[in-house]
């Protein structure tokens, strides 16, 4: 194995870390913050491969590989943890945006006029 590839896979696998430690955290904002990176520390890793030959040296690239396995297997669970978390919080705000709607729908009264429609207030706050 080269040291370039060694290099490469060391970096892959600490990003990968970095961001399964934020997942592991419900951390969104920082694990995205790591996107770039680690789509460079990918692409730097598969560049890296061709050139690389894989010899004996005593386990150490059978232990980083499977660092690297690891930590990408444990990054697909946290990935897709995520994702259902933020599904959950969308259907959420989109139940709620739809409630108030139909509250301030247009209701008629007794006599045929237009009701007022209940005063309610509302807040929807994001953040980055």
């Known amino acids: 194995m080269t040291a370039e590839l060694i290099a490469a896979a060391v970096r892959l696998a600490d990003i990968i870390g970095q961001e399964n430690q934020a997942l592991r955290a419900m951390d969104l904002a920082r694990a995205g913050t790591l996107l770039a990176a680690k789509q460079d520390a990918?692409?730097?890793?598969?560049?890296?491969?061709?050139?690389?030959?894989?010899?004996?040296?005593?386990g150490e690239t059978r232990a980083l590989a499977a660092r690297l396995r690891a930590?990408?297997?444990?990054?697909?669970?946290l990935l897709e943890r995520a994702i259902a978390v933020q599904g959950r919080v969308i259907g959420i705000v989109a139940r709620a945006g739809?409630?108030?709607?139909?509250?301030?729908a247009p209701r008629y009264g007794a006599e045929?006029?237009?009701?007022?429609p209940p005063s309610v207030a509302v807040a929807v706050s994001a953040q980055a």
């Open 71 to 77: 930590l990408a297997a444990e990054n697909r669970i």
């Open 42 to 58: 990918t692409v730097c890793f598969v560049a890296a491969q061709p050139a690389a030959t894989f010899e004996a040296d005593g």
């Open 98 to 104: 739809r409630m108030e709607l139909a509250r301030a």
């Open 112 to 116: 045929g006029r237009l009701a007022e």
